[in-house]
């Protein structure tokens, strides 16, 4: 049958009740009280020592503790940015457009910007799917430099995007939509032959606690009739 363990500090509480019964004793002789007083420093610089020792153990747990949840804080702040970006682009990818845009329509009126690249499978077909990708980068980095600071862009689909306005009205949210196709006309995307890449819009509006679903029918609509207008233009839904 095992023993148990004794107690960590055991031989200091023994130390501690000699030197107590020694100093209590009237009888005790000099060098009992030396070797009480000697085996009690022993024993508390012993203490010590463990002590110290516990300290920089509990002080280095602790400190791997934190590097473990600032990890675990890491990983989860990644976690939650792919559930919810484009991994080829870091836009915002279909579900956290339509999350953002209901959340921003309950207390606000929102313009939507839906925009496709104008025969992006001739892209592909002609220059491969990296040219493709490339392309489409560009065209996100173009969005992003004329958006407002409250402005959210995201990739929705192979080629289409969407871009939520919640500080612009039907005007604004139009003349953004001009400047974005402007700007994506005017890039240089180093495509290995010379072509133009252009992108066609459509706009809607919708007031606060409106449906999200029936204003982007009505910017894609836009758009549709934007493409069957010749492409590479912007179109209001409220101008159909």
């Not at 329509?105 to 491969?128: E, H, P, Y």
Request: glycine share 6%; charged share 25%.
């Amino acid at each position: 049958m095992s023993q148990p363990n004794p107690d960590l500090f055991d031989q200091e509480n023994l130390a501690l009740a000699t030197a107590r019964a020694t100093f209590a004793s009237d009888a005790a002789s000099p060098e009992e009280y030396r070797q009480a007083l000697g085996e009690l420093i022993h024993r508390y610089e012993r203490l010590l020592r463990e002590t110290s020792r516990l300290i920089r153990r509990s002080d280095r747990e602790e400190f791997e503790m934190n590097q473990l949840n600032n990890r675990l804080n890491e990983l989860a702040s990644e976690l939650e940015y792919r559930a919810t970006h484009d991994a080829l682009t870091n836009a915002l990818n279909r579900g956290a457009v339509i999350a953002k845009a209901n959340q921003i329509i309950r207390s606000q009126g929102l313009a939507i910007i839906v925009l496709d690249i104008d025969f992006f499978k001739q892209v592909n077909d002609s220059f491969g799917h990296l040219v493709g990708d490339k392309v489409i980068c560009g065209v996100v980095d173009a969005v992003a430099r004329c958006l407002p600071e409250s402005g959210l862009v995201g990739r929705v689909g192979g080629e289409e995007f969407t871009v939520l306005l919640q500080d612009s009205d039907y005007a604004q949210a139009f003349t953004i939509a001009e400047q974005i196709r402007a700007e994506i006309a005017g890039r240089d995307f180093s495509l290995p032959a010379p072509r133009q890449i252009t992108a066609s819009f459509g706009v809607s509006w919708t007031p606060a606690g409106a449906n999200f679903s029936i204003a982007y029918g009505a910017a894609d609509e836009a758009l549709y009739k934007a493409k069957q207008g010749g492409r590479n233009r912007v179109m209001r839904a409220d101008q159909l």
